[in-house]
């Protein structure tokens, strides 16, 4: 009579510890590296104190003032005041006043963020920071265009073609980077239901392989 010899069970340790332990050693890895930082900032030139005086920057104008001392959902209704403001200086080239915007210590970010966004917005003739204040000054000049009486032969050689390229690649370039971004900022959002899903993955992968092994 033969014997069955009862089959031995399967258990691949180094499979399970590379499958629950290489993704963890990779997301410690893109963490450690700011894989998923996103770098931003703006052009801001800030004037010495020395300057600023001066030029009596704080007298030169009556300044009307803006107190800001809360985030910007609570100072909606004073930022578009002020945008409104700023509007009207700018069309009536007004050179008598202006306005001066001060920050509070209780200031949210936020609202700073939006002020800079309105000056560019509203295409503010002049403004300067100076601690926690900015002065914003209305101007009269107007930039008028130079009429060129010199005559020029163009030539063709190729130059269009060669924007066409650079445009082409300028704008493939830029719908790869805001993929890119997409990615990155989707990934960050769903971090958090990623890794349940891939610890979901694992723990049924473990129930499976020990079921099967017990089946045998």
């Given amino acids: ?18 499958l629950v332990l290489i993704p963890l050693f990779c997301f410690y ?3 450690k590296v700011d894989a998923f930082k996103v770098n931003a900032g703006i052009n ?13 920057i704080p007298s030169l104008r009556k300044y009307k003032v803006f107190n800001f001392n809360e985030n910007e959902i609570s100072e909606k209704k004073k930022l578009q005041d002020m945008q ?8 009536n080239k007004d050179t008598i006043n202006g306005i001066k915007i001060h920050f509070g210590l209780k200031t949210n ?13 509203e295409n503010a003739p002049d403004w300067t920071i100076n601690e926690n204040d900015i ?13 060129d009486t010199i005559q020029y032969d163009t030539m063709n050689c190729g130059t269009l073609e ?17 993929k890119h971004n997409f990615q990155l900022s989707f990934f960050k959002q769903k971090w958090i239901l990623i890794s349940f899903g891939y610890f979901g993955l694992v723990l ?13």
């Avoid at 970010?109 to 309105?118: G, K, L």
């Avoid at 060669?162 to 805001?178: F, L, S």
């Avoid at 049924?204 to 045998?216: A, C, D, E, M, Q």
């Fill in 109 to 121: 970010y936020d609202v700073f963020i939006r002020t800079i966004d309105i000056l560019d917005e």
């Fill in 135 to 147: 002065y914003i000054l209305g101007s009269t000049n107007t930039y008028k265009k130079v009429k």
């Fill in 162 to 178: 060669i924007m066409r390229r650079q445009a082409y690649w300028e704008q493939k370039e830029k719908i790869e980077e805001e």
């Fill in 44 to 56: 801001l030139h800030l004037p010495n104190k020395e300057s600023f005086f001066e030029y009596k």
């Fill in 29 to 31: 890895h893109f963490y």
């Fill in 1 to 18: 009579m033969i014997s069955k010899q009862k089959r031995k069970r399967i258990f691949y340790v180094p499979g399970m510890i590379s």
């Fill in 84 to 91: 409104l403001y700023l509007r009207k200086l700018a069309n």
């Fill in 204 to 216: 049924l992968n473990i129930f499976v392989l020990v079921k099967f092994n017990r089946s045998k």
